[in-house]
């Protein structure tokens, strides 16, 4: 699985299949503090991702 943090670091995993809540915590991101697209769509945090998917997290900004 390719997965683009908000670093703009690409990380490679080798992950059957997860939830994106379980990936984010195996990849100590707080999931409230971003959003996880997939072919181009936010996708929730109980959607199933699989070894050939590729990810972009992108962190959210707050303020005003």
Request: glycine residues 4%.
């Amino acid at each position: 699985m390719k997965v683009k943090l908000p670093s703009g670091k690409i990380e490679e995993m080798d992950i059957r299949s997860t939830t994106v809540e379980s990936l984010l915590r195996q990849l100590k991101i707080n999931q409230s503090s971003v959003i996880v697209v997939m072919n181009e769509q936010i996708i929730a945090e109980d959607t199933m991702v699989y070894n050939d998917d590729e990810l972009q997290i992108i962190r959210v900004v707050f303020g005003g």
